[in-house]
């Protein structure tokens, strides 16, 4: 990999506007408008540390950190509550390989490892002049460990406008690139290659090494940003909602081809994608079922109950899924203040891109399928089959919102929550039941609070 340059690249003076020219028109305009310089390339300055029923409905100071945050005993059971709620956080997300997490809050941005615990650095923005305004940081997208960070400013006193995405190089301590919108900019997805700008009503891909357009779409609304794209090397998949509701829309660049997905009766609320890019799971507004894909068949090959409750129940907020590694199972959390794990029993077999599957665990015994009469293959499933309960569950508190990751070590999860809570629990692929809490952490110091 490409050591960064010794002299800092100047911020892009060509910002994209939200009905940017297409690649050919763009191409044309060269010699009245500048080209984006390129970025430097990644290095590696973030260090690893050691180790069925669905109704209708209608972003600079460093400051030092100490190498662990307020801790918790471990426990099973219901979490305890270890702290109030943390007003100063707008934003939180797991890297790509679910090894660290990022923090937006209202005076900058903070990094942490998972396993084991501890916050690798934080960027206090309120103490540089290059913003517009506060600190506050609405979005940090993280591309694995490296250096480039995407932020975009967020909360009642942004450090950016809500319509830029900037290009962070932690390497220079400076932003090296940004891309303006006409509206506010929603998410933000990182891949080794593209840059991915989700607007309320468009998504935008960049090269990521220089900053050309290379495809848009348009989306049904999308006030909450929902994008995924695969993250192994080769051909790119990209999930996103469709233009009707619950219908999800897939690109496979690769392929060159576009398919949808009629994922719900009701509207697509949330959705995950494996790092593969082959298996997709959907949850509508409703929140009582998770459906999963064939991303590149468009057939249903699993259902299964968000929730233990029976039909009929009252509906549930979503708030993420998430596929492990060796796509054995899915991890789901949501305002219900429970975290289910569920088995997957597909077998997506694998095409010329593809990388083998990793072999199950000895220690796992091998899952048989769904039906046993039928083979659990792309295309063949009955058009209705009994929905399956989750395995394992670990409780949290309802109404606080929980993003889920599975971790590092075998049969364990990692939890976010807004609340500035951290936590990893294991769970028992053979017996199931109630997880193991093994940590839990204040993410955010008491001190940091207001």
């Known amino acids: ?19 940017p020219p297409p690649p050919e028109q763009h191409e044309e305009e060269e010699e009245d408008v500048p080209e984006p310089p390129p970025l430097p390339a990644p290095s590696t300055s973030i260090e ?40 100063d956080l707008l934003h939180v997300s797991f890297n790509q390989d679910y090894g660290c997490f990022a923090a937006g809050t209202k005076s900058g941005f903070r990094i942490y490892n998972c396993d084991p615990f501890r916050e690798i650095f934080r960027r206090d923005l309120t103490a540089e002049g290059d913003g517009d305004g506060g600190g506050g940081i609405g ?14 400013g967020g909360g009642d006193n942004p450090h950016y406008p809500p319509n830029k995405v900037m290009i962070w ?33 468009k998504i935008f891909v960049y090269n990521f090494a220089d900053l050309k357009l290379v495809h848009q779409i348009e989306t049904a609304p999308n006030p909450k940003g929902l994008c995924a794209v695969s993250q192994q090397p080769g051909s790119i998949v990209l999930v996103c909602p469709g233009a009707q509701k619950g219908q999800i829309r897939v690109e496979h660049y690769g392929a060159r ?15 995950a994608l494996s790092q593969d890019g082959r298996l997709i799971a959907t949850a509508s507004t409703k929140g009582t079922l998770v459906r999963i894909f064939s991303a ?19 509906r549930a907020e979503i708030y993420s899924l998430a596929f ?27 095409t010329a891109n593809d990388k083998p599957q990793p072999a199950p665990d000895a220690e796992v015994p091998p899952m048989s399928p769904p039906l046993s009469f039928i083979k ?75």
Request: aromatic content about 8%.
């Open 139 to 152: 979005v940090v997208e993280m591309l694995f460990r490296c250096n480039i960070l995407a932020l975009v």
């Open 257 to 271: 081809k576009t398919k949808f997905i009629n994922a719900h009766a009701s509207r697509v609320a949330c959705f």
């Open 48 to 87: 690893p540390t050691p180790s069925g029923d669905e109704d209708s409905d209608d972003s600079s100071s460093v400051s030092s950190a100490s190498s662990r945050s307020e801790s918790f005993a471990p426990g099973g059971g219901k979490a305890e509550r270890p702290f109030p709620a943390a007003k």
């Open 1 to 19: 990999m490409a050591t960064p340059a010794t002299e800092p690249a100047p911020p892009n003076p060509n910002p994209v506007p939200d009905d």
């Open 376 to 450: 659990v293959d792309l295309g063949v499933l009955p058009k209705y089959f009994h929905s399956e309960w989750s395995v394992a569950q670990f409780r949290l508190h309802e109404g606080e919102q929980y993003i889920v990751a599975f971790g590092h070590e075998k049969n364990t999860v990692a939890v976010v929550g807004m609340d500035g809570s951290f936590y990893r629990c294991q769970f028992d692929p053979v017996n199931g039941g109630e997880m193991l809490q093994l940590e839990c952490y204040n993410f955010l110091k008491p001190s940091d609070q207001p």
């Open 296 to 314: 590149a068949e468009g057939t249903l090959l699993q259902e299964v109950r968000s929730l233990n409750v029976r039909r009929g129940a009252d």
């Open 324 to 350: 492990s590694n060796n796509l054995q199972y899915l991890a789901v959390s949501s305002d219900k203040g429970t975290i289910h794990v569920f088995n997957l029993k597909v077998n997506v077999g694998s």
């Open 169 to 201: 190089d932690d390497h220079q301590s400076r932003c090296i690139g940004e891309l303006s919108f006409r509206s506010p900019v929603r998410g933000v997805r990182l891949r080794r290659d593209r840059i991915i700008v989700v607007l309320e009503n």
